[in-house]
């Protein structure tokens, strides 16, 4: 296990050194770190846009940029976990929204040279899934409408018409596949798993 900064070059070498003195090779890179805030518009601060982009963009542009060599060796996978909000933004989480889609736009491109160098490259856009983070983004709203917790799940749940929020298991499921040999044929693909949720205008 290693901890550190991934908004920080200097934390992804970190994580990039210490895979490559212990391991000497990455079949599997799975950019996963995020935690844009939600909020109105005119409340949220510039830090807040550039702590998103720090940590979910760069970080996992950092991330493949380091273990790309080490990736085009094994001919391996790189999964990175979006967000519907990509597909579908909102409002209340113009961060989220701008930065899911700068990442699925970043991943379409790097397909291309992880055809050219026998990378796999994938996005997975998760829809509203059971975890700590969706708690926590749900509070955010809440302080931004005014509205209770409970509401804006219920009002969520409602919109949507899923029949069920995600659990994590939905994610990493398809995370599994998207990194075997059966699913070498897809290519710089966005995945929603998302119950049907999000409109996806891509």
Known sequence: MVAADLRELAGCEQVFARVKERFGRCDI???NAGRTRAGNFLDLP??????????KYFGAV??????WPLLKAAQGHVVNIVGGAARSPEPEFTIGSSVNAALANFSKGLSKLGMRDGV????????????ERQEELLAQRAAATGKTVEELRAAALAKSGVRRVGRVEDIAALALFLCSE???QI???????DGGATVGYY
């Open 46 to 55: 510039d830090d807040a846009f550039l702590d998103g982009f720090a940590l």
């Open 62 to 67: 950092r991330l493949t940029r380091l273990f």
């Open 182 to 184: 059966e699913a070498r």
């Open 29 to 31: 890179l799975v950019n």
């Open 120 to 131: 796999n490259v994938n996005v997975i856009h998760p829809g509203n899934t059971a975890t």
């Open 187 to 193: 290519q710089g693909t966005a995945i929603a798993v």
